[in-house]
């Protein structure tokens, strides 16, 4: 292929579906290079697939913490809020005890 886009300036992929495989070159290396470049292929799209699935996971998981981060900051207020109502009536707000 490398020799093919020397003397007839095409791409790799044109040079393989247009011209003969030269006489110099052995076919088992010319098999060689077309499974290694389905390989190649196959891995690259793998790694796209991967890539979306993965992006789409961390979506997921940042939404999850938004939304501990929205729950612990509503019982933090909730617990300032109670204590002051406790304040204001001359009370004590006695804190509920972690859960076992």
Same mark, same amino acid.
Do not use: C, W
């Given at each position: 292929?490398?020799?093919? @886009?020397?003397? &007839? &300036?095409? !791409?790799? #992929?044109? #040079?393989? #579906?247009?011209?003969?495989?030269? !006489? &110099? /070159?052995?076919?088992?290396?010319?098999?060689?290079?077309?499974?290694?470049?389905?390989?190649?292929? $196959?891995?690259?799209?793998? @790694? $796209? @697939? $991967?890539? =979306?699935?993965?992006?789409?996971?961390? *979506? +997921? /998981?940042? *939404?999850?913490?938004?939304? %501990?981060? !929205?729950? %612990?900051?509503?019982?933090?207020? +909730?617990?300032?809020?109670?204590?002051?109502? #406790?304040?204001? !009536? &001359?009370?004590? %707000?006695?804190?509920?005890?972690? =859960?076992?």
């Amino acid at each position: 292929a490398l020799l093919q @886009e020397r003397l &007839g &300036g095409t !791409a790799p #992929a044109q #040079a393989h #579906a247009i011209m003969p495989a030269p !006489a &110099g /070159i052995p076919e088992s290396l010319l098999k060689k290079r077309k499974t290694q470049e389905k390989l190649v292929a $196959a891995r690259k799209a793998a @790694e $796209a @697939e $991967a890539k =979306k699935v993965n992006k789409a996971k961390r *979506k +997921d /998981i940042f *939404k999850r913490a938004e939304k %501990y981060v !929205a729950e %612990y900051r509503t019982q933090r207020n +909730d617990e300032v809020r109670l204590k002051r109502e #406790a304040k204001k !009536a &001359g009370n004590f %707000y006695v804190p509920a005890e972690n =859960k076992i």
